[in-house]
């Protein structure tokens, strides 16, 4: 990035060609808001055109040329069929922005004017009143500029020029020595390790390749008189039960020689009100104050007690007026990653305040191409869906991006902590002078801008770029030299094993920082007793899904099965003739490169073959519910050795067959109903191995659980043939095997295919949790399609209570209303027999009467009744 300095004047300290100015409106913990001086969005009258044509276009800020251009009908939509294709000339033209705003003359008066640009994608020279301003070279900076000397009264003109992403960095691309190893770049010419710009929007293998230009988030006008508070930082330096300490550390900017007052206060008065007087000159200071809170409350991650937020004011003042203002919400809490050698190899876990806590969660992506377009209501529903599921952790992976402030503040509020990658992902990066540059400024900007959040856990390198170098072949398969494989491991070390934990260490220390993710590799056993891992043995090595229970990993940070998106979003970009897996729209919607032929392969091992593409789409998805949670359920009664998982992955960015568990329209497919099952705070869980059928109880609570443990072995149509139970203490944090017996044994003679166990756990008169364990896999059970009778109950709510009961088993029971989305209490369950089911459906939108919409589907339903397998 290039300041561009008018004159002589400036306000702003300047460390080469690095800007410290930008990072001042991003610093605070939990949620922040900042008040004083003037701050206004400039986000009205904005055009756009390609560079080149005449005609200007009314653009949308913040927002992306191609989602402006579908919005006017001048481009296809890239989700749909096969469009993505005929959209790929964007990204090779250069795109101009221009408004025009007004400047009071009371403005003018305030002693610094600044313009501030949050996200600008990627390439931009911006000017202002014609008088270039700023050169922005980084998707992931936001840029804060005095204009003070250009500003006019009256109106003033703001431009914007937006290079071609692909083009400005072609010539780097040509210079360089080595083609770098950035498989998922779905161009022939691996363009995107050069730019500083989201990686997926170049193609993933399950997003499509969008490569964006545009304003992506906010403009502003600042205005300040006198002086401002730059930056506020709480720096925790004492937490136990009668107290909590804190370092405010203020960076206070100064526009002349001042006498100002600082007052720290709280709504709530967790703490004494302290003011202090200042003697400010021109320029930067910071002033450290001392804030105790007694008997503090703590901040705790999802299902471990509330996370607890305390209101900051902080006030600036002067001459019997408030210059600015922060209303900052802090949670005290701490956490620390222990990963270290141990007897068993290397751990990786989790302590949040003091106490070691089972990580159960999914990757994050970005939730659109087209970043605009992720508005507050998508954030809510992704997050809440994740803490409704029994989550307490997020990761942000690496190939996306730094996540908008809004979600920071909805992980505080939701207790889900937050890994935060760096973002770099499964290619080698350059290391020459200006990419470390802009490295830099990114890693000072989003550290600064993130680091007080109480949900941010840790910080890692990059995803996948260590083992990859290491183990997927890329100096032999590129035929690098000895000179080029040396110099590009000294990039990589330069920048994930100096230059990013040197940053973490200056502006962000005693939060932990490790390299890259993984530290183990999947390919060879041992390698599991060693720190995380993402085991691919499923999906990539084509394993069986038992070996789930084999490859347990001391944590295992990524792991994922594929599914399609129900046919609600199929619909949405397709029709019926493309309604096959091997039509050419299906293979657009499918981006991994052995996608849709394992999805059927596995599906061979464990289902009948489904009598239509839209049975295949169901079965797809119940597959990998089942699958992901033997994965799960694996890892929980691994406690402690394995002491966390994260799925890969929570959500999509666009609709296609993929590993999420959401699809790209807020969908719950049947995965993330079984997962929140298989992330319940005390879980019982099933487990055969080797003719030995055993059951655990896993407790992640912080307390001892007294219950009772039941187990009925009963046949489809409902005759109870075998029962016991035993009451058992679950130790805090534990898991622990507390039945076994063989199978053999337990069915002496009753048939394995039409007869089930049924286990619950109760604690006093309530039943906490209940599962059905099936003794042979889907395809050889003998399901009877059986009538469910089916009551339904319109609610004061606005929701449908559904009652669901059937004399016989019936397996998969997948709920749908054909009028409306909504939200459902559970679906893809198995409807036990003479076992009455309650379910609640809340319609998204206000709507007519449902009553008559509601359609019950089951596994039998997805194949033909002359289709049977004996076993």
Not at 181 to 204: C, I, T
Not at 433 to 454: C, D, K, L, S, W
Not at 483 to 509: C, G, H, I, N, W
Request: net charge neutral.
């Amino acid at each position: 990035m290039e300041l561009i300095k008018e004159k002589k004047r400036t306000q702003l300290t300047v460390l080469g060609s690095l800007v410290i100015a930008f990072f001042l409106s991003y610093s605070y913990i939990g949620k922040s808001v900042s008040s004083g001086g003037s701050e206004r969005l400039l986000h009205e009258g904005w055009q756009f055109r390609q560079v080149g044509k005449e005609k200007w276009h009314n653009a949308n800020v913040p927002g992306e040329v191609q989602a402006d251009l579908l919005r006017l009908g001048l481009l296809d939509d890239p989700f749909y069929k096969s469009n993505e294709e005929r959209v790929q000339w964007v990204e090779e033209k250069d795109w101009e922005y221009r408004t025009t705003f007004s400047c009071s003359q009371e403005e003018l008066q305030n002693q610094e004017n600044f313009l501030s640009f949050d996200g600008l994608d990627t390439y931009a020279d911006v000017y202002l009143n014609d008088s270039l301003i700023l050169r922005a070279d980084n998707m992931f900076v936001g840029w804060e500029v005095p204009v003070q000397d250009i500003l006019k009264e009256g109106d003033n003109r703001l431009r914007i020029y937006f290079h071609s992403p692909v083009r400005r960095v072609l010539p780097q691309y040509e210079a360089s020595p080595v083609e770098y190893p950035a498989d998922n770049d779905a161009h022939e010419k691996k363009l995107s390790v050069f730019s500083r710009k989201a990686p997926y929007q170049f193609g993933w293998d399950w997003g499509t390749r969008l490569v964006t230009s545009g304003i992506y988030r906010s403009v502003k006008l600042k205005s300040w008189e006198k002086a401002r508070i730059a930056e506020a930082q709480f720096v925790q330096k004492e937490l136990n039960d009668d107290k909590a300490s804190l370092e405010l550390r203020l960076d206070l900017q100064a526009f002349d020689e001042q006498q100002v007052r600082v007052r720290i206060s709280s709504e709530t008065h967790a703490f004494p009100s302290q003011e202090r007087r200042l003697a400010l000159e021109n320029g930067r200071h910071e002033e450290r104050f001392l804030i105790n809170i007694p008997n503090p409350k703590r901040w705790w991650p999802n299902g471990l007690g509330e996370a607890y937020m305390y209101p900051v004011q902080i006030e600036l003042l002067a001459d019997g007026r408030q210059l600015d203002s922060r209303q900052e919400r802090i949670g005290l809490r701490t956490v620390e990653v222990v990963n270290k050698p141990d007897s068993l190899g290397e751990s990786f876990y989790v302590k949040v305040n003091g106490k070691p806590v089972f990580m159960k969660g999914a990757n994050y992506i970005p939730s659109d191409h087209m970043l605009t377009r992720v508005d507050s209501a998508r954030y809510r529903h992704l997050l809440e869906s994740a803490k409704e599921a029994n989550m307490n952790m997020i990761r942000v992976w690496g190939g996306g991006i730094y996540e908008q402030d809004y979600f920071y503040e909805l992980a505080d509020e939701l207790g889900l902590l937050v890994w935060q990658d760096f973002m770099f992902a499964c290619t080698m990066y350059p290391g020459d002078t200006a990419f470390m540059r802009r490295v830099e400024q990114e890693a000072e900007y989003n550290i600064r801008r993130i680091r007080n959040h109480p949900s941010l856990a840790l910080w890692c390198g990059n995803n996948e770029v260590q083992v990859g170098w290491e183990n997927w072949g890329w100096q032999q398969g590129r035929g690098y030299s000895s000179e080029d494989s040396t110099r590009m491991y000294e990039d990589y070390k330069k920048l994930f094993t100096k230059m990013l934990p040197e940053k973490v260490q200056a502006l962000d220390s005693g939060r932990f920082y490790f390299p890259s993710s993984p530290i183990s590799n999947w390919g060879k056993k041992q390698d599991f007793a060693y720190g995380d891992n993402h085991y691919w043995g499923v999906w990539w090595g084509r394993r069986p899904f038992e070996s789930f229970k084999e490859y347990i990993p001391r944590f295992m940070s990524e792991f994922g099965f594929q599914s399609f998106p129900e046919m609600s979003t199929i619909r949405k970009f397709s029709t019926k003739e493309d309604w096959s897996i091997d039509s050419k729209v299906m293979k657009t919607h499918q981006k991994s490169s052995i996608g849709n032929v394992t999805i059927q392969q596995y599906m061979d091992r464990w289902y009948r073959r489904p009598n239509s593409f839209e049975q295949f789409v169901y079965v797809s998805q119940v597959l990998q519910a089942e699958g992901m949670s033997m994965g799960l359920e694996a890892h929980r009664r691994a406690m402690p050795y394995c002491m966390g998982t994260l799925y890969w992955q929570l959500n999509d960015s666009w609709p296609v067959a993929s590993w999420s568990g959401i699809d790209y329209y807020g969908n719950w497919k049947a995965m993330h109903y079984f997962v929140k099952k298989a992330f319940e705070p005390v879980l019982l869980s099933p487990t055969m191995d080797n003719g030995m059928l055993r059951l655990f109880v896993v407790n992640d609570l912080l307390e001892t659980q007294d219950l009772t443990m039941k187990w009925e072995l009963v046949s489809f149509d409902g005759k109870l043939l075998k029962k016991d139970e035993m009451a058992l203490q679950a130790k805090p944090n534990s898991s622990k095997m507390y039945w076994e017996k063989p199978v053999k044994h337990l069915l002496n003679g009753e048939d394995s295919t039409s007869s089930f166990l049924r286990a619950s756990l109760w604690k006093g008169n309530d039943r906490i949790c209940e599962r059905a364990f099936f003794f042979s896999k889907p395809k050889y059970l003998k399901l009877k399609k059986v009538p469910v009778d089916l009551k339904i109950d319109k609610l004061k709510n606005g929701g449908y209570q559904l009652r669901l009961r059937a004399e016989s088993l019936v397996k998969n029971v997948f709920l749908r209303n054909e009028s409306a989305a909504g939200k459902w209490s559970d679906n893809y369950f198995d409807l036990l027999p003479k076992q009455e089911k309650t379910v609640l459906f809340y319609p998204s939108k206000e709507q007519r009467d449902l009553s008559d919409a509601f359609f019950v589907h089951s596994l039998v339903d997805s194949y033909d009744s002359a289709n049977h397998l004996e076993q």
